[in-house]
């Protein structure tokens, strides 16, 4: 099974729906991240979360909300979905101890197509 | 964070060595350089970070120039399952989310 696993993979919707995207993860680590990827553009920070109930907003959150209301859940809420939003959504991970400080782990990743 | 620069795309043949660069020219003292891949819309997967010193594991090395204001990815006996967009990112090593990723090389391995 994946360290960290993302759901749904895949989902197609309407505009104004509200969609949920899901991350949990097995690693144990603390910190969570939400990015989208849009074709040909890196990728682009949404979210992230040091520990349970900390939220950070990062580059393009307008739109989106997120909630980490456990340390191995990360969710992703678009309160009503429009077209811009359809991408590629990753959630990560990241431990802040150690040698392996700062690498994170990555989701196989949820396409969301907004109608 | 310090902005990189990368060539947008590279060939490369299968077996021979591939060598990706990177300009950070603005890095900061504090900044480890880091080295990630995404394999066609996979989640990007962490390949190797350095502060300094030229670093050497399992999947690539990292040669940083001593001014530190640039680095080479080297994959040593390049595969056709090395196709994939070669990210570098500069960033404080224990800081928050803002891992910025730009838009990276993509490396072409042909037979």
């Known amino acids: 099974d994946a360290d960290v696993t993302q759901t749904p993979r895949n989902r197609i919707t309407k505009t104004g729906k509200r969609i949920m995207l899901e991350c949990s993860q097995t690693k144990g680590h603390d910190r969570m991240y939400w990015y989208r990827q849009d074709p040909g553009l890196g990728l682009r920070l949404i979210y992230y979360s040091f520990d349970v109930k900390d939220i950070n907003k990062g580059e393009i959150s307008d739109g989106y909300s997120v909630s980490r209301q456990a340390q191995a859940k990360f969710s992703l809420s678009l309160e009503s979905a429009i077209p811009n939003q359809t991408a590629l959504y990753f959630c990560a991970t990241s431990d802040n101890r150690g040698q392996g400080a700062g690498e994170l782990f990555f989701g196989e990743g949820s396409r969301l197509t907004v109608l | ?111």
């Open chain 2, 1 to 111: 964070d310090a902005k990189t620069t990368q060539p947008p795309s590279m060939d490369c043949a299968e077996g021979r060595a591939a060598n990706l660069p990177c300009n950070h020219s603005t890095i900061s003292g504090n900044e480890y350089v880091y080295w990630y891949r995404q394999i066609h819309s996979q989640g990007p997967q962490y390949i190797i970070h350095g502060l300094k010193n030229n670093e050497t594991n399992e999947m690539a090395s990292l040669i940083i120039t001593e001014d530190r204001k640039s680095s080479t990815l080297i994959l040593p006996h390049a595969t056709l399952r090395d196709t994939a967009v070669y990210y570098c990112i500069v960033r404080v090593r224990n800081q928050g989310g803002k891992l910025i990723f730009g838009q990276g090389t993509e490396l072409s391995v042909k037979p």
